[in-house]
């Protein structure tokens, strides 16, 4: 796993710091994105794409739907796990952000031992 990295796009800086913290912890690079355009612009400068991205929904300037879009239209990172982390849990929003490409959704607030499984899992994929 010396090479797994993590992009985490969250605007919140103290989950932000968080999931950076836990992550780290757990031996995986990260990149964190404050808002949906440092995210795009990191997506679409990046010539390696992360093992995994770990999405908020709500976001300045650009949302996470719109991010999911965005990631699967940029070359190579088609196959990247997508695992929205967000405050919105109606079903309508699950389902599209399933619908729109993501590998899994989870809802705020999060267990940070569920979530690290959750990533986990994708990155065995």
């Known amino acids: 796993m ?3 990295s993590i992009l985490v796009i969250e605007d919140d800086e103290h989950i932000g710091q968080i999931l950076t913290f836990i992550l780290q912890r757990q031996g995986y690079k990260t990149t964190l994105a404050a808002d949906g355009l440092a995210a795009r612009k990191e997506i679409m400068s990046t010539n390696t794409p992360p093992s995994l991205v770990l999405l908020d929904v709500m976001l300045p300037y650009i949302d996470g739907f719109e991010l999911v879009q965005i990631i699967r239209a940029q070359q190579g990172w088609q196959e ?3 695992v929205m982390l967000t405050a919105k849990h109606t079903e ?8 729109e490409g993501a590998n899994d959704y989870v809802v705020k607030p999060f267990q940070p031992n569920e979530l690290l499984a959750r990533v986990r899992r994708h990155l065995k994929e």
Do not use: G
């Open 2 to 4: 010396p090479d797994t």
């Open 92 to 99: 309508k929003d699950i389902v599209r952000a399933l619908d």
């Open 80 to 82: 990247v796990p997508i």
